[in-house]
């Protein structure tokens, strides 16, 4: 059976870190490009970053540049999100999603095939 989860959330001050891991059962990472995407209460999803199956990786939110890292163990199955000096205004629900092949990433939700639950991520005081 196939399940992909989601991990690492919770509640950060300002200025804190987070790591946020994407694991699968049933299902292997490896071959597959990895979205993260967000959404926060009251607006649609967005897409974070993405990283390929060769472990090439792009940010689409330039606010995350330099503060947030994307990479993969595929020794683990896993895809981690680290998460430095967090805003307030990056609380949302985080999801990872597993794109159709694996070398071409996308910041349209709609291109990506199987999703997690999400984990929230609150930053706050």
């Known amino acids: 059976q196939l399940q992909f989860v989601e991990s690492g959330g919770g509640l950060v001050q300002p200025g804190g870190s987070l790591r946020l891991s994407c694991a699968a059962s049933g299902f292997t990472l490896n071959y597959r490009a990895i979205g993260w995407f967000r959404q926060a209460p009251g607006k649609e999803r967005e897409g974070v970053s993405c990283?390929?199956?060769?472990?090439?990786?792009?940010y689409w939110q330039d606010s995350v540049k330099g503060r947030f890292t994307l990479f993969r163990d595929n020794t683990q199955n896993k895809v981690y999100l680290r998460m430095n000096s967090l805003k307030p205004e990056e609380t949302a629900v985080y999801y990872c999603?597993?794109?159709?092949?694996?070398?071409?990433?996308?910041?349209?939700?709609?291109?990506?095939?199987?999703w997690g639950q999400g984990t929230q991520v609150t930053v706050s005081v």
């Open positions: 999603a597993a794109g159709r092949n694996s070398e071409a990433c996308y910041s349209d939700s709609k291109m990506y095939e199987f």
């Open positions: 990283i390929t199956s060769s472990g090439s990786v792009m």
